[in-house]
């Protein structure tokens, strides 16, 4: 604790002990008070200076552990980014393998498909009985095999269409939504009725209504209904099955059946469309 003096006290004390003495006594006091202030302001602005140092080390610490800990991070992270990308590549190619497998084995499946056909078809013509022939085994002319008798007279029958014969299987191709379904029906009543309401071609001819089965995969019973109900709805003689979840061994058996009921007269199938269902049940399943 610090005292303040005072200068009343102080003449006196000089005068007391007079002014050399009284300057020296001052100046020893002076280096007494330097000799005990110093150190403890050095020691002081040491403790500040330390204290200050391990701040900054604390916060220069921190600093480093806050980059470390957002380096170890952002590495994580990439490496995590890293993995995901190369799972998600795996089962990409994985994907693309097994389609490109599954083609292999399709076209395998056709190739072997069509070795069976034409080997068959080989054996049936090997196998055919060798007529039209001269006995010096020179073939008949035209005109003489229909005097012979030799020339095969077809008995199959147009129905309705000159392009729709008995026995022959019709295809109808053409781009997506350019009216091939509705197409498709008219034909299918036309059969159905014996007769054509629409001129769909310039050669029908009427022929006793037929029992037709159709198989439409790209419409529901619900489209049915809103498009052809007036037309089918008291036509007996059409049976028509929709929804894409019809398959070719459901087809196999409700011909079969239809088939029984009509005796021998015969089924008109129609299948809208063949893409479709092959791309559904596969090369395989349509055999």
């Known amino acids: 604790m610090m005292k303040i003096l005072d200068p009343i006290r102080i003449l006196e004390t000089i005068e007391k002990l007079g002014a050399r003495k009284s300057?020296?006594?001052?100046?020893?006091?002076?280096?007494?008070?330097?000799v005990v202030v110093v150190p403890i302001c050095y020691a002081i602005t040491s403790v500040k200076s330390r204290g200050k140092s391990k701040e900054?080390?604390?916060?220069?610490?921190?600093?480093?552990?806050?980059?470390?800990c957002t380096?170890?991070?952002?590495?994580?992270?990439?490496?995590q980014t890293h993995a995901h990308r190369m799972e998600e590549n795996a089962q990409v190619?994985?994907?693309?393998?097994?389609?490109?497998e599954a083609k292999k084995k399709a076209d395998i499946e056709k190739m072997e498909k069509r070795d069976e056909l034409r080997k068959d078809r080989d054996a049936e013509k090997a196998n055919q009985p060798l007529v039209g022939l001269h006995l010096n085994?020179?073939?008949?002319?035209?005109?003489e095999?229909?005097?012979?008798?030799?020339?095969?007279?077809?008995?199959?029958?147009?129905?309705?269409?000159?392009?729709?014969?008995?026995?022959?299987?019709?295809?109808?191709?053409?781009?997506?939504?350019?009216?091939?379904?509705?197409?498709?029906?008219?034909?299918?009543?036309?059969?159905?009725?014996?007769r054509c309401?629409?001129?769909?071609?310039?050669?029908?001819?009427?022929?006793?209504?037929?029992?037709?089965?159709?198989?439409?995969?790209?419409?529901?019973?619900?489209?049915?209904r809103e498009y052809y109900d007036s037309v089918i709805d008291n036509l007996s003689t059409i049976k028509l099955y929709a929804g894409s979840q019809i398959t070719p061994a459901h087809?196999?058996?409700?011909?079969?059946?239809?088939?029984?009921?009509?005796?021998?007269?015969?089924?008109?199938?129609?299948?809208?469309?063949?893409?479709?269902?092959?791309g559904q049940s596969g090369v395989k399943a349509m055999r």
């Open 23 to 34: 300057i020296k006594y001052a100046f020893i006091g002076t280096g007494c008070i330097l």
């Open 56 to 68: 900054q080390n604390n916060a220069s610490a921190n600093k480093q552990g806050e980059i470390k």
């Open 71 to 79: 380096s170890e991070c952002k590495i994580r992270g990439k490496d």
């Open 93 to 100: 190619h994985e994907h693309h393998m097994e389609e490109i």
């Open 137 to 143: 085994g020179i073939p008949e002319s035209y005109h």
């Open 145 to 194: 095999a229909v005097k012979s008798g030799t020339v095969h007279v077809s008995q199959e029958r147009s129905l309705g269409f000159s392009w729709l014969r008995e026995g022959y299987d019709t295809g109808l191709a053409g781009p997506t939504d350019c009216g091939k379904s509705v197409f498709i029906m008219q034909v299918a009543t036309a059969l159905a009725r014996g």
């Open 197 to 224: 309401d629409v001129n769909l071609s310039s050669e029908w001819h009427d022929i006793p209504p037929m029992s037709v089965v159709m198989f439409s995969l790209e419409q529901s019973n619900h489209e049915i």
């Open 251 to 278: 087809i196999i058996t409700i011909i079969k059946e239809e088939l029984e009921k009509a005796g021998g007269l015969g089924v008109v199938v129609i299948i809208d469309n063949y893409t479709k269902l092959e």
